[in-house]
């Protein structure tokens, strides 16, 4: 294990962490408005399966997506701007909290009809091997995609045409107010759907960093050398409600349950690691707190300071000239 | 040369793949059946199953692909049976194909043809007889042709082809077999504009694909009876040449306009909210539309081709405009 390497994880799940928290401030503000789901409770899926992936792979998220483009290196500044609905933002003010795209980034995007996207991402794969390059797509999604029709075409078709694609479940197991086992009926498995279709599965513990980076690295590896798809499903729990528009316990979930699940923070894990191992102290963990505060500070300032974009601005767009 | 539409459309695929390797088809039975409607015949021969790429029955999952494809670099054309298999990849062509060059600010584009067959044959039943273009042309980001000739059909298509925005191009089963003259060298045709397929002064038709055909006919007869009718085919339905229409109905100050579709909120509603705005000074009669009837296609003959316009029923628009009894 490495020192650096470690607080490097770190540092990027406790980015996502505050910006959100700061974005959910920002919403009460009415600053950010629409709709805004946080993924608090869930970084180490995102942070640890982008680090496993080259610049130059793809990826693409559904709707909850802040975590995976500020994990692939997007400037916060951008992120924050376009969550205010900017003309510095990502997407210029037209995309939004669910719809962030960073092209250079190989970021293609949110979206936020469920299961729409993975018929995308196996769009992607597709023009890779098309193209004879060797880039993996990473398609992530919630456990409440698994069930929809699209997905399981995506499935079929990666499977027939041994796509270099890895799909990534993140079951959170609630999909917004349903739990999983009255929404899919293989439950208990849910890498099931993919192995049905003759997709290599595994599930990973998505509180661990490490473990998801691990599982990543193999699989990214075998997928990059042409052995078609991979399912992974990473078992995780969402702390805050499933938008601002719900409370983090109440109708469906209690109190006490939310509570024995942030015993698993995954901050909270990977900091016992690192100083379970003399790997950082307090002080090393004061200060990634001040460095991330910085950022996100500085990108409330650029959001709050940018320009909303000028009316002239509408049609701009539509279609590619 | 005299050529099918159906052959038009293998030219203008063939011409553009052997032009560009980023261009593939994919749909079903689209290689080694020859297209359910033998427009690919010969393409898995000539450019193999790689760039030919027969599909299972799934269209959302194939489309959404192919639009993923187009992101990723490539440009795929997709291959519907019918039109009416779209609607089950409507999701990605609405919620995906059109909005995602707009939502990611320019930075991601979708460079796509879907094509295929819409509007009714002969007694194929409620669910393969729709004329849907008017969904596709209501949603922003898309555009629509509906060809009506083998040259239109050749030229447009290979522009379709070449254009960096999702294109939905829209042909007519009993179009396939028509033949019309195609040059023989190479040539494309702007999207966008229209063309005056028979002069007149009397009266304008507006009408397209399918019934392109069927306004020609009514024309002819109505010339016979002393009527000279102008006929304009908008050839694109959106980005749609108003300017061509309203230059029409300026000189015959009469408007009929004749869609296959579903009269609510048809495209010909929309055609005469347009020319209305633009040239209401100009019309000498209410504008006449000649649509198809709001029912699910029926099966049985007599009831089909009640529910399906014909050149009675457009000769009679016509006289109505122009106050001939």
Partial sequence: MDRADLLSLFRQMLLIRRFEEKSAEMYALAKIAGFLHLYIGEEA???????????????????????????RGSDPDQVMAELFGKATGLCRGKGGSMHLVDAPRRFMGGYAIVGGHIPLATGFAFATKYRAL????????????VPSGQAHEAFNLAALWKLPVIFICENNRYGMGTPVERAIALYEDVSETARSYGI??????????????????????????????????????????????????????????????RKRDPLTLLKQTILNNKLGDEADFKQLEREVSEVVTAAVKFADESPFPAPSELYNDVLVE | MLMSYREALNQAMREEMRRDSRIFLIGEEVGYYQGAFKVSKGFVEEFGPQRVIDTPITEAGF???????????????????????????????VNNAAKIHYMSGGQLSVPLVIRGPGSAAHQLGAQHSQSLEAWFCHVPGLKVIAPSTPYD???????????NNPVIFIEAQLLYGTKGEVGDGEYTIPIGVAEVKRAGHDATIVAYSKMLLL??????????????????????????????IVASVKKTGRLVIVEEGWRFCGLGAQIAESVYAAAFDFLDAPIQRVTGEDVPMPYSRPLEDAAIPDKTRVIEAVKTVCGVR
């Fill in chain 1, 45 to 71: 899926i995102a942070v640890g399966a982008i680090a496993a992936l080259r610049p130059d792979d793809y990826a693409i998220s559904a709707y909850r997506d802040h975590g995976h483009c500020l994990a």
């Fill in chain 1, 134 to 145: 060797d880039l993996v797509t990473v398609c992530f999604f919630g456990e409440g995609a």
């Fill in chain 1, 200 to 261: 290599g599965a595994e599930r990973v513990d998505g509180m661990d960093v490490l473990a998801v980076r691990d599982l990543m690295r193999r699989v990214v590896g075998q997928v990059r050398a042409g052995q078609g798809p991979f399912f992974i499903e990473a078992m995780t729990y969402r702390f805050m409600g499933h938008s601002m528009s719900d409370p983090a316990h109440g109708h469906y979930r209690t109190k006490e349950e939310v509570d024995e699940q």
């Fill in chain 2, 63 to 93: 489309t959404g692909l192919a639009i993923g494809a187009a992101m990723a670099g490539l440009h795929p054309v997709v291959e519907l049976m019918t039109m009416n298999f779209g609607i089950v990849a409507l999701d990605q062509i």
């Fill in chain 2, 153 to 163: 059909a050749k030229g447009l298509l290979k522009n379709a082809i070449r254009d």
């Fill in chain 2, 215 to 244: 306004a020609l006919e009514a024309a002819d007869q109505l010339s016979r009876e002393g009527l000279d009718v102008e006929v304009i085919d908008p050839r694109t339905l959106k980005p749609l040449d108003l300017p061509t």
